[in-house]
């Protein structure tokens, strides 16, 4: 307790906490340990100017000794994310000393070591044997090899076959054409592959270049829409039989079998894209020069390999630290998404999963009621059949911590290893860990397992293009209407299960309220609770409180209007959720919000999101009980004489 006084004086007095006892209770838990919350403080101080004032700039107020502490580029969530690396490497340099630990019995972990040494033992790059691990095509048809490539996830060229969620309980096949938006970079590694690969002599470099350069202009002028725009208007859905009969000139049928494996019906349902695109593209393609386009083919393969994230032979020159165990685990965990959060759930998670639940679970049901109801005193004046559309939005809002499968057995796991080869090699273990991967898909499209398909639903089951953030912070998944919190997010600074109230909210159900407003903010607001596209949003626009709330919204300095709409109202959510009572606000909402700051500390701007500072600054200038709490003038930068509200 002297210890508890001392830290509450001491930032009493640089104006971050009031000299009043703070609230120590343990709303959803059993127990909230002091010396977690003592030690959680004392890190906030480190990083708090507290000379300056939180009334001008709170994120320099609150953040202002970041750059002090941690190095340029370094974010909350990037520390956090770099800890679970770690915990990776530790995991399998232990296997590696201890050959008999339990763990090696486990379904995942032996195929995950072999797959770990064999990108550790990497040498100089030889991405010939990329292409030297390929089957062979049954003939020199374009369509043999591009059905081929697509079976290892690369599709983006000549005609685009891939299967994708389409909503809550479906996938689909997408037919569409060439991406007339990505070109060959034919650089001399990816020449020198194919020249060692061939065993034939090759036109030069920058013969080959040029010729490669004339056939992707002719792609993209042949690929381009039709009617100017790449819009999602133009899918439509397509039976088997209705695609062969409009485009003859390929055996659909064949091409499909040949990537997907297996033989559809031709009552077989897909999704089309730009049908007249595709004739011509076809058209020119079975009279263009074979050879070339095989050529191309194994080019472009390389290219998205190489390009995919964390792959350790991304740079054409080798370096020391491209296969190093971080870089590793770093590309592991993009490759084998699925294996490596089970390995982490078992050595790492599991312990702590049923006391996190409960807290975060009971948090995420005290908002949905909270937002349903703001939704029913109906400020909008929404009309009577969109208000409870868009009420059973938020009672099927569901929530996955860890992105793991929802009450999946061993067994489960066991069957999903059991066709996945891992051998000592990585370049064929990275080309079987992608066809193990989109095979999986394609077995989903076309399964009629409802127990198998409930399970695979119940969460996102990332590809291994997805960037970086997808699975370093929590994000609302609009296919599954599912947010999902990775286990980077489950630790501090953000969180402990133990945290007291001032903490717990600050960042938990902020986060929380934040992705859940981003299912009503103007795009995904689309989504129903079942992932399928309706038509909220026009019935909106209708609506001119709701467009008057939008427009007060969308300066010309947003980077991402919806990235701010969830900004704003998850904010406004999360302090109407905490902050009920009087007492809350007076004697602890400084803590509060100095917490919610650590999400935004070094923070930087990327196509999606604003700069944290700007992000934390603009959603607390909005709300009024920032000013009240930390006493701000009215018309200073943090309490602005005018404030927008959406949701």
């Given at each position: 307790?002297?210890?508890?006084?001392?830290?509450?004086?001491?930032?009493?007095?640089?104006?971050?906490?009031?000299?009043?006892?703070?609230?120590?209770?343990?709303?959803?838990?059993?127990?909230?340990?002091?010396?977690?919350?003592?030690?959680?403080?004392?890190?906030?101080?480190?990083?708090?100017?507290?000379?300056?004032?939180?009334?001008?700039?709170?994120?320099?107020?609150?953040?202002?000794?970041?750059?002090?502490?941690?190095?340029?580029?370094?974010?909350?969530?990037?520390?956090?994310?770099?800890?679970?690396?770690?915990?990776?490497?530790?995991?399998?340099?232990?296997?590696?000393?201890?050959?008999?630990a339990p763990e090696h019995r486990l379904p995942m972990h032996a195929k995950l070591l072999r797959y770990y040494q064999s990108c550790r033992a990497l040498g100089k790059p030889r991405l010939r044997r990329y292409l030297e691990q390929l089957p062979h095509p049954a003939s020199n048809h374009w369509t043999e090899?591009?059905?081929?490539?697509?079976?290892?996830?690369?599709?983006?060229?000549?005609?685009?076959?891939?299967?994708?969620?389409?909503?809550?309980?479906?996938?689909?096949?997408?037919?569409?054409?060439?991406?007339?938006?990505?070109?060959?970079?034919?650089?001399?590694?990816?020449?020198?592959?194919?020249?060692?690969?061939?065993?034939?002599?090759?036109?030069?470099?920058?013969?080959?270049?040029?010729?490669?350069?004339?056939?992707?202009?002719?792609?993209?002028?042949?690929?381009?829409?039709?009617?100017?725009?790449?819009?999602?208007?133009?899918?439509?859905?397509?039976?088997l039989g209705q695609l062969q009969r409009e485009l003859p000139d390929l055996n659909w049928t064949h091409v499909l079998q040949l990537q997907l494996g297996a033989t559809y019906t031709s009552g077989h349902q897909l999704l089309v894209d730009e049908p007249p695109v595709l004739k011509q593209l076809i058209t020119?393609?079975?009279?263009?020069?074979?050879?070339?386009?095989?050529?191309?083919?194994?080019?472009?393969?390389?290219?998205?390999?190489?390009?995919?994230?964390?792959?350790?032979?991304?740079?054409?020159?080798?370096?020391?630290?491209?296969?190093?165990?971080?870089?590793?685990?770093?590309?592991?965990?993009?490759?084998?998404?699925?294996?490596?959060?089970?390995?982490?759930?078992?050595?790492?998670?599991?312990?702590?999963?049923?006391?996190?639940?409960?807290?975060?679970?009971?948090?995420?049901?005290?908002?949905?009621?909270?937002?349903?109801?703001?939704?029913?005193?109906?400020?909008?004046?929404?009309?009577?059949?969109?208000?409870?559309?868009?009420?059973?939005?938020?009672?099927?809002?569901?929530?996955?911590?860890?992105?793991?499968?929802?009450?999946?057995?061993?067994?489960?796991?066991?069957?999903?290893?059991?066709?996945?080869?891992?051998?000592?090699?990585?370049?064929?273990?990275?080309?079987?860990?992608?066809?193990?991967?989109?095979?999986?898909?394609?077995?989903?499209?076309?399964?009629?397992?409802?127990?198998?398909?409930?399970?695979?639903?119940?969460?996102?089951?990332?590809?291994?293009?997805?960037?970086?953030?997808?699975?370093?912070?929590?994000?609302?998944?609009?296919?599954?209407?599912?947010?999902?919190?990775?286990?980077?997010?489950?630790?501090?600074?953000?969180?402990?299960?133990?945290?007291?109230?001032?903490?717990?909210?600050?960042?938990?159900?902020?986060?929380?309220?934040?992705?859940?407003?981003?299912?009503?903010?103007?795009?995904?607001?689309?989504?129903?609770?079942?992932?399928?596209?309706?038509?909220?949003?026009?019935?909106?626009?209708?609506?001119?409180?709701?467009?008057?709330?939008?427009?007060?919204?969308?300066?010309?300095?947003?980077?991402?209007?919806?990235?701010?709409?969830?900004?704003?109202?998850?904010?406004?959510?999360?302090?109407?959720?905490?902050?009920?009572?009087?007492?809350?606000?007076?004697?602890?909402?400084?803590?509060?919000?100095?917490?919610?700051?650590?999400?935004?500390?070094?923070?930087?701007?990327?196509?999606?999101?604003?700069?944290?500072?700007?992000?934390?600054?603009?959603?607390?200038?909005?709300?009024?009980?920032?000013?009240?709490?930390?006493?701000?003038?009215?018309?200073?930068?943090?309490?602005?004489?005018?404030?927008?509200?959406?949701?």
């Open positions: 307790m002297r210890r508890l006084w001392a830290i509450c004086l001491l930032l009493a007095s640089a104006k971050a906490l009031p000299t009043n006892q703070l609230n120590q209770s343990c709303r959803l838990t059993t127990d909230c340990s002091s010396a977690i919350n003592l030690r959680h403080i004392q890190r906030l101080e480190r990083y708090m100017r507290p000379e300056l004032s939180p009334c001008e700039d709170f994120h320099a107020y609150a953040c202002g000794n970041w750059r002090s502490v941690h190095a340029a580029g370094v974010s909350a969530m990037s520390l956090s994310g770099t800890r679970v690396d770690q915990r990776y490497v530790d995991l399998f340099e232990r296997l590696l000393r201890e050959p008999h090899l591009m059905a081929l490539l697509g079976r290892y996830g690369y599709h983006e060229h000549y005609v685009k076959i891939e299967v994708s969620q389409h909503n809550a309980t479906r996938h689909m096949v997408v037919v569409q054409p060439h991406n007339y938006n990505h070109s060959l970079n034919l650089t001399t590694a990816i020449y020198g592959a194919l020249r060692r690969h061939t065993h034939a002599q090759l036109p030069h470099l920058g013969q080959l270049r040029s010729q490669f350069g004339e056939l992707d202009a002719k792609l993209q002028q042949l690929s381009r829409p039709t009617n100017g725009s790449s819009d999602e208007e133009t899918l439509h859905f397509y039976t020119y393609l079975n009279q263009a020069d074979a050879r070339l386009l095989q050529l191309y083919s194994w080019a472009r393969f390389l290219q998205h390999l190489q390009k995919l994230p964390h792959n350790p032979l991304r740079h054409n020159h080798f370096t020391a630290s491209a296969s190093s165990s971080i870089g590793c685990v770093q590309h592991m965990r993009k490759t084998l998404y699925l294996p490596m959060n089970y390995a982490y759930e078992h050595n790492y998670y599991g312990k702590q999963r049923e006391a996190d639940e409960r807290v975060i679970f009971g948090v995420f049901e005290e908002l949905k009621s909270q937002f349903a109801q703001q939704l029913r005193r109906n400020e909008f004046g929404l009309d009577a059949t969109l208000l409870p559309a868009l009420l059973n939005k938020v009672y099927g809002l569901r929530l996955n911590v860890g992105n793991m499968p929802r009450n999946a057995s061993e067994q489960f796991f066991v069957d999903c290893a059991q066709h996945w080869r891992v051998g000592s090699d990585f370049y064929e273990n990275h080309l079987e860990s992608l066809l193990h991967y989109y095979a999986h898909l394609a077995e989903l499209e076309r399964s009629m397992d409802a127990s198998m398909r409930q399970l695979w639903y119940s969460f996102n089951h990332h590809g291994p293009e997805l960037l970086d953030n997808i699975d370093a912070t929590p994000y609302f998944y609009c296919l599954g209407s599912i947010i999902i919190m990775p286990y980077a997010y489950v630790q501090l600074p953000f969180y402990n299960a133990e945290f007291w109230p001032a903490l717990l909210y600050g960042d938990l159900a902020n986060t929380l309220g934040h992705e859940m407003l981003h299912a009503f903010d103007t795009y995904f607001v689309d989504y129903d609770a079942q992932g399928a596209m309706r038509d909220y949003s026009e019935q909106l626009l209708l609506n001119t409180h709701y467009v008057s709330a939008v427009n007060c919204l969308n300066d010309s300095e947003v980077i991402m209007l919806n990235e701010r709409a969830a900004d704003i109202s998850g904010t406004r959510l999360a302090l109407q959720t905490y902050m009920q009572q009087p007492a809350e606000k007076r004697n602890n909402g400084r803590l509060y919000f100095i917490q919610f700051a650590q999400f935004f500390c070094g923070e930087e701007a990327d196509i999606y999101h604003d700069t944290g500072s700007k992000r934390l600054n603009y959603a607390l200038a909005q709300m009024p009980e920032f000013a009240e709490v930390f006493q701000c003038d009215p018309g200073m930068p943090m309490n602005p004489v005018e404030r927008c509200k959406f949701w």
